[in-house]
């Protein structure tokens, strides 16, 4: 047994500490991990109605509940052996796994001793790709491959750890359905689980001081592809991808990180001028990032509809922010060739023009 729960009334349930050697010693866990514990620890007191604990993600829309499976892998760093979690129903839908070893030793080991080292594992994965930290996004191919991997100790002669990817193995879509307002969010997981949801979280919009909940749910699903529909009981409704607005920073106003992960000036979302706030601002609009009329939170900005069309294409084709963005400018910069094919058509319409005016005159 690794964690100990209190069994008094008052606080049956709650997770005190881990048993180590030599007596019981607290440990800060990040607060999703520790939202797991407590969920096992009052799952063991027999608590009943803790099974039910309700849990904050970061999606718009407020609360929302989410069966707490997938949280070992999801929100820790520790490889799925050392969370003794059971691998078999990881693998079923796991398809991204992150490759690390010590001291970052895979950034100098060649491309043919990598694929010598994925080979003895588990054979050749369905995609590799180099992450910035050195380490590998391997995407394999199925089940049976990333349960060799999760249970894989060695890499060539190297301590290897494997952790899930916390974000593309999931994947967010939304439905829209009447009949689905008479359920809770908890009666919606627990219905589609076999359909391999672990989240739901309704969109409600604000009308003054009023909260409205909406028909539209956002669903989470514990596989990196995206179902075309779900079964509720006795309806069948259709499931869209759910792209979510662009992330943009409230202190310094520029898209792409949050205002805690921060480093820049604090910058005005009225005026795009840094040293102040917008508040009490009576300044004309100005955008800080396309330097238009307009304040820099607007809807209307160009530069919020292309991170827009980022945020599409990333969640379409299921890769990384930064790779939809280098796609994104790739389509914004034409090639040569397509330089070279529209001057020569402008240049051949304008000697028709030339021609044709000339043989009236």
């Known amino acids: 047994t690794?964690?100990?729960?209190?069994?008094?009334?008052?606080?049956?349930?709650?997770?005190?500490?881990l048993c180590v050697k030599g007596g019981r010693r607290s440990r800060k866990w990040p607060l999703a991990y520790r939202s797991w514990l407590t969920y096992k620890a009052s799952t063991k007191a027999g608590?009943?109605?803790?099974?039910?604990?309700?849990?904050?993600?970061?999606?718009?829309?407020?609360?929302?509940?989410?069966?707490?499976?997938?949280?070992?892998?999801?929100?820790?760093?520790?490889t799925a052996s050392e969370l003794n979690i059971d691998i078999d129903k990881v693998s079923q839908t796991a398809r991204f796994l992150i490759l690390s070893l010590p001291d970052n030793q895979l950034s100098k080991l060649s491309p043919f001793a990598i694929e010598k080292g994925l080979h003895a594992i588990g054979g050749s994965p369905k995609s590799v790709k180099r992450?910035?930290?050195?380490?590998?996004?391997?995407?394999?191919a199925s089940a049976i491959q990333t349960k060799s991997f999760l249970l894989a100790k060695k890499f060539l002669d190297y301590q290897l750890s494997v952790t899930v990817h916390k974000a593309l193995n999931s994947y967010r879509g939304v439905v829209s359905d009447k009949e689905l307002m008479m359920a809770s969010e908890s009666e919606i997981i627990e219905g589609l689980s076999k359909q391999g949801v672990i989240a739901a979280c309704r969109i409600n919009i604000r009308?003054?001081?009023?909260?409205?909940?909406?028909?539209?749910?956002?669903?989470?699903?514990?596989?990196?592809?995206?179902?075309?529909?779900?079964?509720?009981?006795?309806?069948?409704?259709?499931?869209?991808?759910?792209?979510?607005?662009?992330?943009?920073?409230?202190?310094?106003q520029r898209f792409g990180h949050s205002k805690v992960a921060c480093r820049g000036q604090l910058t005005c979302s009225?005026?795009?001028?840094?040293?102040?706030?917008?508040?009490?601002?009576?300044?004309?609009?100005?955008?800080?990032?396309?330097?238009?009329?307009?304040s820099s939170d607007s809807k209307d900005c160009p530069q919020w509809k292309t991170e827009k069309k980022i945020q599409e294409i990333k969640i379409k084709q299921n890769i990384t922010y930064a790779e939809a963005k280098?796609?994104?400018?790739?389509?914004?910069?034409?090639?040569?060739?397509?330089?070279?094919?529209?001057?020569?058509?402008?240049?051949?319409?304008?000697?028709?023009?030339?021609?044709?005016?000339?043989?009236?005159?």
Request: positive net charge.
């Open 207 to 252: 009308r003054g001081n009023d909260t409205i909940p909406t028909k539209h749910v956002i669903l989470t699903f514990s596989s990196s592809k995206l179902p075309s529909s779900i079964t509720a009981g006795y309806i069948r409704s259709p499931v869209k991808p759910y792209i979510p607005n662009p992330l943009r920073c409230f202190n310094c």
């Open 270 to 294: 009225n005026f795009g001028i840094a040293g102040h706030s917008a508040n009490g601002c009576k300044a004309d609009p100005h955008c800080f990032q396309c330097k238009q009329d307009h």
């Open 2 to 17: 690794w964690l100990v729960c209190s069994r008094g009334s008052s606080d049956s349930g709650q997770l005190l500490g």
């Open 131 to 140: 992450l910035r930290s050195g380490d590998l996004l391997n995407e394999t």
């Open 47 to 78: 608590d009943a109605q803790s099974q039910q604990l309700p849990s904050l993600v970061g999606l718009r829309g407020g609360r929302c509940r989410r069966d707490l499976n997938l949280y070992p892998l999801l929100f820790s760093d520790r």
């Open 326 to 361: 280098k796609l994104i400018s790739q389509e914004k910069t034409p090639s040569y060739s397509q330089a070279v094919k529209s001057s020569l058509s402008q240049n051949t319409q304008t000697d028709e023009n030339i021609s044709y005016r000339s043989a009236f005159n």
